[in-house]
């Protein structure tokens, strides 16, 4: 008997893909193009026209972090509904020169003048998702100076020139992104500024409509000519501070002068003779890691991508992963997050144990004793540079608060805080927020291999522990490893404090066949049809045989990779 969890609609969603699946001459048919193959440079982002200005960079002369750093801006441009200089941003970056990988965290600290003491005597229970409150300190434009003082080479003029332009002039909005606009609004529409800024004729743009930003064309260019001060010391800081405490807030101008990005060595774990690397926490990017030494006990191979043997695995060793995530990961200036011990094999031989090939669990308890959207790109250069970046606003548009006649929302990254005392992640002022956005590498004998990311939240960890084994177990190629249905877990235990005691909700993607889905609900596995939650894939590998890039471009979103 089909129990309630499978929905109708995920039903005729597998019969329509069965009926209507289009054969390939090469590859899998689920893959929606064949991978970019070119020699000088590639760039894979999440809209084509940033694609394409990071390519023009590149054509001037410019480095990988030159051309992330002008695609960044674009995305903020055209793809507010996932990044902007009101978020925050980390980046892997391969320097050829040096044979060796650098991490930034550009994420932004609390408030210092926002206690804790705040939200108790106001009878919060969490942190508000929009509004003043959830507004912490913005990274990206740091992060963006920080980059370009260790790698750029062009001036910073002419890499942000293509963005100001298109802000002053309009671009047309592209279909995913006008339908997240319009979802936004009414969400948003209230927040002082944010009308003007975003739907000046009182409306979002539709689908192909030119939009114009000429707030945010005159904040890149005063960034572009004054510099980051521009950004944390002067007339824009000013007016953040003024506009938060207007709308009873407490981010301040000291708080943003007193700004700085961290350069951090990323972690990483063997995968199958495969180095994958994260960065460590504030982000999640190690749950990654667990995930995969985990699954590494296993014959993955030989179970294939639609068995359930294989899901139900993945699902286990995720939740796993989830439950050390939702306990340990923080700040690590302000908590000793035990990185070391959670990467290793031994620990994971040990969770390993926990699992039952044969019923799903409800709840796991953290392995040690206790002591929603976003964009990614990356670039690769003629000389063998390649840029891993990530950055976000989160939920979306951020917090909804629009500082007046700069062009951009800030960011809601504090409401990843949780209240519970005695917390690794408990709010503090002057603290980084448990972040979500993760930039992903791999390389293979010390050398650079793939770069690669997997936007949407909580999918994140998921998406990259499936890209390596997609590619690495079940031998896909570059654009296949995206376009291969997914495995999209939700429920565990979060960091913000709230706890899984029913085993969560497991979504699959249309593509994996009923028999699949009727066996892990036989293993105890709720499963319910959801859209869009499944994130979104940009990618480049270095072939060094050929002495090739390849691109790969996320087919649930509007990007496009290309190189030259």
């Known amino acids: 008997m089909i129990k309630n969890y499978l929905s109708l609609a995920l039903l005729l969603s597998l019969l329509t893909l069965q009926a209507f699946s289009q054969d390939r001459v090469t590859g899998h048919n689920f893959a929606t193009r064949s991978e970019v193959i070119a020699q000088n440079g590639m760039a894979a982002t999440s809209h084509p026209l940033a694609t394409q200005v990071a390519l023009d960079i590149l054509k001037q002369g410019g480095s990988a972090v030159d051309a992330a750093i002008a695609a960044n801006a674009i995305l903020g441009l055209m793809e507010p509904t996932g990044c902007g200089i009101g978020g925050d941003l980390f980046a892997i970056i391969w320097d050829s020169e040096t044979a060796r990988l650098h991490g930034l965290n550009a994420s932004g600290r609390s408030p210092k003048s926002l206690t804790i003491d705040y939200f ?17 300190v913005p990274g990206t434009v740091d992060g963006w100076f920080e980059m370009h003082e260790k790698f750029g080479k062009l001036d910073m003029t002419a890499i942000l020139q293509p963005a100001i332009d ?17 979802r936004s609004a009414p969400i948003l529409e209230g927040f002082p500024n944010f ?24 904040t890149y260019e005063t960034i572009a000519r004054e510099g980051r001060d521009a950004f944390y010391k002067g007339e824009i800081a000013r007016t953040i501070e003024t506009y938060i405490r207007e709308n009873g807030g407490f981010l301040s101008y000291e708080d943003l002068a007193a700004h700085q990005s961290e350069w951090v060595e990323p972690v990483s774990s063997n995968y199958r003779g495969y180095d994958v690397w ?10 990654t890691l667990q995930i995969l030494n985990i699954l590494e006990g296993y014959d993955i191979a030989s179970k294939g991508l639609y068995s359930p043997e294989y899901i139900h695995l993945f699902v286990e060793a995720k939740k796993l992963a989830f439950e050390d995530r939702a306990r340990y990961y923080a700040d690590m200036d302000f908590s000793p997050v035990p990185v070391e011990k ?10 390993r144990k926990l699992i039952d090939p044969d019923r799903a669990s409800r709840q796991y308890a953290p392995g040690l004793e206790e002591s929603p959207n976003t964009i990614y790109l990356t670039v690769a250069d003629k000389d063998g540079n390649m840029v891993s970046l990530i950055q ?16 951009f929302v800030l960011q809601n990254r ?10 690794f992640n408990t709010y503090e002022p002057g603290k980084r927020p448990f972040h979500t956005i993760i930039p992903g590498f791999i390389t293979k004998n010390d050398k650079p291999f793939m770069s690669f990311g997997v936007m949407g939240g909580a999918m994140q960890p998921q998406g990259h522990a499936q890209i390596v084994i997609n590619m690495i177990d079940f031998g896909m190629n570059l654009q296949e490893a995206g376009d291969a249905p997914r495995i999209h877990h939700r429920g565990s235990s ?10 969560g909700i497991l979504n699959l993607e249309s593509g994996f066949p009923y028999e699949t889905l009727r066996e892990l609900m036989e293993k105890g596995h709720r499963i319910q049809w959801a859209s869009g939650p499944y994130g979104g894939y940009q990618a480049i590998m270095w072939d060094p045989v050929n002495k090739v890039y390849y691109g790969a471009s996320e087919s649930r979103k509007d990007g496009q990779a290309a190189g030259y």
């Open 278 to 287: 994260q960065l460590p926490p504030n982000g999640q990017g190690i749950a």
């Open 166 to 182: 298109y802000a002053r002039e309009g671009f047309p909005v592209t279909e995913l992104i006008a339908y997240y606009l319009k």
């Open 342 to 351: 959670l990467i290793s094999k031994e620990y994971a031989a040990e969770r």
């Open 494 to 503: 979060e960091p913000t404090g709230q706890q899984m005691t029913d085993g």
């Open 414 to 423: 504090g409401e990843g805080f949780t209240l519970k005392e005695g917390h």
């Open 195 to 218: 009308k003007e800024t975003y739907m000046p004729d009182g409306r979002m743009p539709e689908k192909g409509e030119i939009f114009k930003n000429p707030y945010l064309g005159n």
């Open 392 to 407: 976000s606003n989160y939920r979306g548009m951020g917090s909804g608060m629009t500082p007046p006649g700069l062009g």
């Open 120 to 136: 108790h005597d106001n009878d919060y229970e969490l942190i508000p998702q929009r509004g003043a409150l959830s507004v912490s």
